[in-house]
């Protein structure tokens, strides 16, 4: 079974500073994909990046952008200039691939409370 | 808004009782995935359905079941409750295609007492 651990159940960051969130997981496939879901306190699951593992570029979206290490099993997450409004839990994911089409449920870590200092 | 609908947003219920949650996928979604977060378990993937059919499960009690409707639509059925099952629970849903992506509801917070 594939296993996310996220080994920083909270983190503190100034406001305009650069935070990197830390994701391992692992796989015996080589076709998944990567995810990272923020929840603010409204509860509501949002995906702030994604990464297919086939693709060795990574990901970016605008302040948000991910190291892939493929070989590594690891997926961090850097938030650059952070905001206020990144305050949230962060959770990092794994989707498997099904040999026959179509894609497995979400696998995710425990997730990293992110504090955003003003 | 995701497009996701899940009905009630809480519910307070007794152990012993039975529940069940409903979810509206978004448009044109064919699967529909139930999570649940409670604070000791995290985050986890109950079950998923496919154009009303039954495709993955995972740590799912076997006092809850599932399933999908012709119009789409998905019940979580919750049943001999216990405190332990206080938790939120997520419908997501995504396009037969599409793997890179699942939306999520606002989820459904349970309490049992």
């Known amino acids: 079974a594939q296993t996310v651990t996220q080994s920083q159940p909270e983190m503190s960051v100034q406001e305009a500073e650069t935070v990197t969130l830390s994701c391992t997981y692992d796989t015996s496939e080589s076709d998944y994909y990567l995810f990272w879901y923020k929840q603010p306190p409204s509860r509501q699951m949002i995906l702030v990046i994604r990464q297919e593992a086939y693709k060795q570029q990574n990901a970016t979206e605008n302040r948000f952008s991910v190291n892939f290490q493929k070989a590594a099993k690891s997926f961090s997450l850097k938030i650059s200039d952070s905001q206020l409004g990144d305050a949230a839990m962060y959770f990092c994911a794994y989707r498997g691939v099904f040999s026959g089409g179509g894609a497995d449920g979400l696998t995710f870590g425990k997730g990293t409370h992110l504090i955003i200092q003003p | 808004d995701s497009g996701v609908t899940q009905t009630p947003k809480h519910l307070i219920t007794a152990t012993g009782q039975r529940v069940t949650l409903r979810c509206s996928p978004r448009s044109g979604d064919l699967s529909v995935y139930w999570y649940q977060q409670s604070l000791d378990q995290g985050l986890q993937f109950l079950i998923q359905y496919y154009n009303g059919e039954e495709r993955a499960k995972g740590n799912i009690l076997e006092r809850f079941s599932a399933q999908q409707f012709p119009d789409l639509h998905s019940e979580l059925n919750l049943s001999s409750l216990e405190l332990g099952d206080s938790a939120l629970y997520f419908c997501?849903?995504?396009?037969?295609?599409?793997?890179?992506?699942?939306?999520f509801g606002q989820g459904t917070r349970l309490t049992v007492v």
């Open positions: 997501a849903s995504s396009s037969r295609d599409s793997y890179t992506e699942a939306f």
